[in-house]
């Protein structure tokens, strides 16, 4: 039994503590084991519910979920102190002293009006941090772990950054549209499927950033629309006494253009 003081509300000395006392001889068994590798999908898991409550506009639902991504980085730092690497000061430690280096135009002599600037002035504070010497390493240090689409947006945007961009969303559309014939070649010869698959894809995320779309909430908008009007399709089957299976595609395309109407 480990003790542990219960309060009216605890504090965020209390979570560190917790996790300590978790994670310490007596504590859970599960707690004990894990490693970094492990806790790698809860961590992405945590910051994605945490930004379904921002999209759902539910303040309670984000500070509880808040609580688990913080319970990540606490986990994690726990994890570090114990190897006697680094420890949750040192990390607050780094990302003030970053704040203050890339917020010149906040905490020095510099000047920055307008976001746009701003972002500017981040971009080229962050390369000389990074020492980052050229676009291509720039591009290079976009992290892998990103969701492909944002990946390829960010790496897009960088190049645009560096004058490598078409002049208008015409060039990126014809683009698109090469791609997709590439693809189609590639499906009838059942070859170079996957890589032309992916040139569609990065051309696609290319049209949207001229549209000034954020190509994963694209994709999250086509995935809900695509789940109501299956049901549409499915219901309508459902009720007539009908089965997705033994029905034509002719027939199913038919009620989907009827759910497209509803």
């Not at 590439?182 to 894809?201: H, I, Q």
Request: proline share 3%; charged share 30%.
């Amino acid at each position: 039994m480990v003790n542990f003081e219960e309060k009216e509300t605890y504090s965020f000395e209390d979570l560190r503590e917790i996790i300590r006392l978790l994670r310490s001889p007596d504590g859970c068994p599960w707690d004990k084991v894990q490693t970094h590798a492990s806790l790698r999908r809860g961590m992405l898991e945590e910051a994605y519910e945490a930004v379904e409550a921002i999209d759902l506009n539910d303040p309670d639902l984000l500070c509880e979920e808040l609580g688990d991504v913080l319970m990540q980085v606490v986990f994690h730092a726990s994890l570090e102190e114990d190897a006697g690497r680094f420890t949750m000061d040192d990390i607050a430690d780094h990302v003030v002293k970053k704040l203050l280096f890339r917020h010149p135009h906040v905490f020095g002599q510099a000047v920055a009006d307008t976001p746009q600037e701003v972002l500017v002035s981040w971009d080229q504070l962050k390369r000389q941090e990074k020492g980052q010497n050229s676009t291509a390493d720039a591009m290079d240090a976009v992290a892998r772990s990103l969701p492909g689409l944002w990946r390829a947006e960010k790496i897009q945007g960088k190049a645009a950054k560096a004058g490598f961009d078409w002049p208008d969303v015409a060039g990126a559309l014809d683009k698109l549209d090469e791609e997709t014939r590439e693809l189609r070649e590639a499906v009838a010869v059942g070859e170079s499927v996957e890589e032309e698959l992916g040139d569609v894809l990065f051309a696609a995320v290319k049209v949207g950033r001229f549209a000034h779309i954020d190509p994963e909430a694209a994709i999250a908008g086509t995935c809900e629309k695509f789940i109501r009007r299956f049901r549409f399709v499915e219901e309508a089957l459902c009720n007539s006494g009908r089965s997705m299976e033994d029905m034509p595609i002719s027939q199913l395309n038919h009620l989907w253009d009827k759910a497209k109407l509803s």
